[in-house]
């Protein structure tokens, strides 16, 4: 299934979550023996899914709602609370985009921190995806019958020395 399939291991290593193309992700707490479905629903396209790696209990899933003309606010972010056994979604809802620019990141020195690309803008939330901010700055613009995304990959990593911030943030 290509680059739209992803795998977290909970920070303990206890549980990996299976998300494929099209299908509703799988967990695994036996290293992979067995597999059980997650409570989240069949996505659009596919899930992003991000293991919290202070919280070994907490798992993100984004689905990005499938192609633009996909009903408005279709894409949803979940949280898992007990290492991706089973997922709550957020009140916050996207616009579809499933043309594979979006992506979902969390800080690996923070609990809860999680940064959302949806190929429009930087999305930021500091309370497991509860709340979210809106970093506008990257929207996407269109030129001559196509789009140019604005904000479609992001990666956090070591902080600069002196910053205020946890991590070190990389978007596209």
Do not use: C
């Amino acid at each position: 299934t290509g680059d739209e399939s992803t795998v977290a291991v909970t920070a303990d290593g206890a549980n990996i979550v299976w998300a494929i193309k099209g299908e509703v992700p799988y967990y695994s707490s036996d290293k992979g023996a067995s597999w059980t479905a997650t409570n989240l629903p069949k996505p659009a396209v596919a899930y992003h899914i991000v293991a919290d790696r202070k919280n070994p209990l907490k798992v993100y899933a984004y689905d990005h709602g499938g192609n633009w003309w996909y009903p408005a606010n279709s894409a949803r972010f979940y949280a898992s609370t007990n290492g991706g056994h089973t997922f709550t979604a957020s009140a916050q809802t996207w616009g579809p985009n499933g043309f594979n620019v979006t992506d979902l990141a969390v800080n690996p020195f923070k609990e809860g921190d999680v940064w959302l690309a949806d190929a429009n803008n930087l999305w930021h939330s500091v309370d497991s995806g509860i709340t979210w901010t809106k970093l506008t700055a990257m929207a996407t613009v269109g030129v001559e019958y196509t789009n140019v995304h604005g904000a479609i990959k992001v990666a956090l990593g070591a902080p600069a020395p002196g910053s205020n911030y946890s991590a070190a943030l990389y978007l596209v």
